[in-house]
Structures are given as C-alpha cells and as structure tokens.
C-alpha cells in the first residue's frame, strides 16, 4: 500500500478547520499566512517543528542572500517589514541582510499572531484526502481533485484538519505529493539534488583578533574584518584560491581535518552575538534526498563528528578561537533542493538566464545560478540576457498547483526546473512567493475562487499596494 494512503479517514473526527490551511511555518509559509490573514482570511498555519521560520531560524541558514536587482532591495513588503523589525532590534548592532536566527524566528510569531493567524506546532503532515474537484482537468484525467483535508502526526496520534485552500510551504513539497501531485527531483542529467549541510556557530571567539588574522592574509575577497561594513567574513571553495586554503591543506596533511571539510567552507558574523560566529558547512555531496529519514540520519550524526573536528581545527590553526566553543548546531538540515511540484507554468533555466519578464509578476530577481559541486551549471544554448532591465521575474502561475485545484505552492518547491530552482530558492524569493499565495489563498476564499482563476496581475497590483518595491 502506497505511504499516502495509510491514513484511516473514516476514523478521524476534525480536529481545527480554517478557509486556508498552510502547511509548513518557515520562508515561505510564515509569510503566505501573515499575508492571506491580513486580507481578511481565516487561516490555520501548520509546522512540523516548535518554531516558525524554518531553514532561517532550524537551520540557522542566515545571512539574507540579495536579489542583486538595480535598487535593492526589491522585496515584498512583509520582507521589508520583517526586516525593519529585525534593524529596530539590532539598531547599531545590524548588519545589511543579516539577522540572529532566534530573533527572525519570534518576530515571524509576533506578526503571525498580530495578524490573527491561528498556529499548530508540532504537527507533521502526513496524509492528505482529495474528492472531486469543481473545474474540468486534464483531457487525461478528465475530472480535477481537489484537497479537503489533510492528517497531521501529533504527540496523542493523527489528527485531522478541513480547508478550503491549501498552500504547501513544506519546502519539500509534501502536503502535494502526499495529495498525488506530480513532481521532477534532482539533476535531470544525474538524477542527485544539490547537497545537504549542517550549520553551526561556534561562541567564544575573540572577533578583534580573529579580524586581524583574516586581514593579515591580503584576500579581502575571501578573508576579511569586515571592518569596513558586510560584517567578518571567510571563505574556502574546492575549486577556487582563496588565502585560507593553504591552512586548510595543511590541516588535512596532517590529519586536523578531513578533505571534505574544504569542499564548501564559509564563515559569517552574527548580528548582535559579540564573540559568536557561524559556519555554512559541512556539506555532503553523497548526500543528497532530503526525504529519505536514512539520509537525513546519517547527515546530522556525521555532520556533529565533522563539526566536533572542525573545532579542534580552529583553535589549533586560527588566531582568536583559543576559549572558543560550539555554541549551536542546526536542528534540522540545510536543504538546498529536494521536490519541484508541477504547476500551472514551469520556470526554466532559460526563463532565467535570459532574464524573462512575465505578466503576473511576484518576484525579481537576478542571483546567480547556484548548483553546489556542479562544473557544468548551464552550457547548452546560453540565452542573450537583459542589460536595460537585469533580472528575471517569476510569474504567479509558478505557484498553481496543477494536479489539484485548490492547491497553491510556495517557497523551494514551487514549479521549475533544476536549473531555475538554484536561482529561486533564496529566502527573498520565498518571502515574496509566500505573500503572493497568502493574497492569493484570500481572494479565492473571499470570491469563491478557485487560484488558477485568479489573476496573476491582480496579485501583483495587491502586493505593490502593500509595500512591494518591485521595478
């Protein structure tokens, strides 16, 4: 019997219903039911974790990576507030694109319960019921389905909530495949998705000193003070020279480290922590699925001996982390890529290589293509891009669920393929995706709308109308 249909339905009673059931509190999802509440929704927002914010706060996947837009930063308008709300915090301590993890996280709770949205932690999707849906769909299929309730996995059992919306801001795209979406995963040339990481700070550290070793070694690029704005920062990539990488070497010939632990290494300052720094590593390029429990498994035991080593590395080799101490490990994976559920429109590497604009527009963006550990990112027919206008954008169609009618999806997992996905997956972009399903999700429950009937346009207008500065 297929893992989706287990769930004994008929022995459930409902639980908590809503208008607009979002399922997944972090990027993505917090922002889609801050967003469809202050439209006037009655939203029930789900997290499988104790927190809101997911990768950003469980991950402590910071900083902000930008748009890199002419006249950033090019956001929604909940980024911005977000955002403002972090600097008020912060005030003389803040650091452009950055945030403390824990800080992000109770902010995203603040606005979610001053918005009236209704939160269930520690509540796991794990089934999701479909009937008949209203619309015609594929010639195929004949008839569409819709969700009608989803099964979450609590601490007394499974407990069952009714929608009449649902938006999937899981990340991995879960309420949908669980519902019998359709989905692409990984490198369509190698079948693997991007790797996974396990982020750590390390407390304890001397900053002034640890500066003046990362300045001492003439890489502003790669090692630096950051005395002068951005905040300190390190960096050691496999495939590139940097200042830092003969210490690394050095370290691995005598046995200080492991030759992984140089594949991806990058170190960020944390706002507000006066002797705290964090790391964007260790990254395991076997792997790779991100809903596999096995690998999830073995990703945390090895990443926490990989950490452990990586300690006794820098107090041996790096000036200022003589008392230094693992201050916090990420308690859920950093996860690049894992599902790309199928929409109404499919972003391509094309769409954003050659910097396509859409009509429906909910995001701008122009980051790099970003495949860890891949040599050959995009080669076959490179698209002439931009110059007037140097970013692409991504259409509200990308967030329509197209196997199921009352569907929208936000976040890593939205409709594209593993090319565009590299580029979308930022933070900023989710924000804006979560926002645009959240007003999206509100116009369909307050019109009887279905979201492939909703305008893309429409959408748009509305989030300009609530502080979006896109170009």
């Not at 992000?104 to 269930?120: A, F, P, T």
């Amino acid at each position: 019997m297929n893992r989706k249909d287990c769930i004994d339905w008929k022995g459930l009673e409902t639980y908590l219903s809503a208008e607009v059931v979002v399922c997944g509190g972090g990027s993505a999802g917090a922002f889609a039911a801050i967003a469809a509440a202050r439209e006037g929704a009655d939203v029930l927002l789900v997290e499988s974790q104790g927190y809101l914010g997911g990768s950003a706060v469980g991950a402590l996947v910071m900083p902000y990576m930008t748009v890199r837009v002419p006249g950033e930063p090019r956001c929604s308008g909940l980024h911005n507030e977000l955002d403002n709300r972090i600097r008020a915090y912060h005030q003389e301590k803040h650091i452009q694109n950055s945030f403390d993890p824990i800080i992000h996280g109770i902010l995203l709770e603040q606005m979610c319960r001053e918005s009236g949205v209704r939160i269930l932690l520690h509540a796991c999707v794990c089934g999701a019921k479909t009937e008949e849906g209203m619309s015609l769909g594929s010639p195929a299929s004949g008839k569409s389905k819709r969700i009608c309730a989803i099964a979450v996995a609590c601490k007394d059992g499974i407990r069952k909530i009714e929608g009449k919306i649902f938006i999937d801001g899981t990340g991995d795209g879960s309420l949908s495949v669980l519902a019998g979406a359709g989905f692409e995963a990984g490198n369509p040339k190698t079948g693997a998705n991007q790797p996974m990481s396990l982020r750590y700070f390390v407390g304890g550290v001397n900053k002034e000193t640890l500066g003046r070793f990362l300045d001492s070694l003439g890489d502003p690029d790669n090692a630096r003070s950051g005395k002068s704005g951005g905040g300190l920062f390190g960096c050691v990539v496999e495939r590139r020279d940097s200042a830092l990488k003969p210490i690394f070497l050095q370290a691995v010939a005598e046995g200080d480290l492991w030759e992984q632990s140089m594949a991806y290494w990058t170190m960020f300052e944390i706002p507000g922590r006066k002797d705290e720094v964090a790391f964007n590593n260790p990254e395991f390029f076997d792997l790779t699925d991100a809903c596999d429990p096995l690998q999830l498994t073995e990703l945390q035991l090895r990443g926490r001996a990989f950490i452990y080593k990586e300690l006794a590395f820098y107090k041996k080799y790096f000036k200022g982390f003589e008392n230094a101490y693992i201050s916090a490990i990420s308690i859920v994976p950093g996860i690049r890529e894992s599902r790309r559920i199928h929409t109404k429109y499919r972003l391509t590497a094309m769409d954003v290589l050659g910097q396509r604009k859409f009509k429906g527009c909910i995001s701008q963006c122009n980051y790099p293509v970003d495949v860890h550990g891949s040599e050959e990112l995009f080669r076959e027919d490179l698209p002439a891009g931009d110059p007037q206008k140097p970013w692409y954008e991504i259409p509200y169609d990308c967030l329509v669920g197209a196997d199921l009618e009352n569907l929208l999806v936000a976040g890593r997992c939205i409709g594209a393929d593993f090319v565009a996905q590299s580029s979308i997956r930022i933070q900023i972009c989710c924000h804006s995706m979560g926002e645009a399903a959240g007003i999206a999700a509100a116009m369909c429950s307050t019109k009887s709308l279905l979201p492939g009937q909703v305008s893309g346009e429409e959408v748009a207008e509305r989030m300009r109308e609530r502080g979006a500065d896109f170009v």
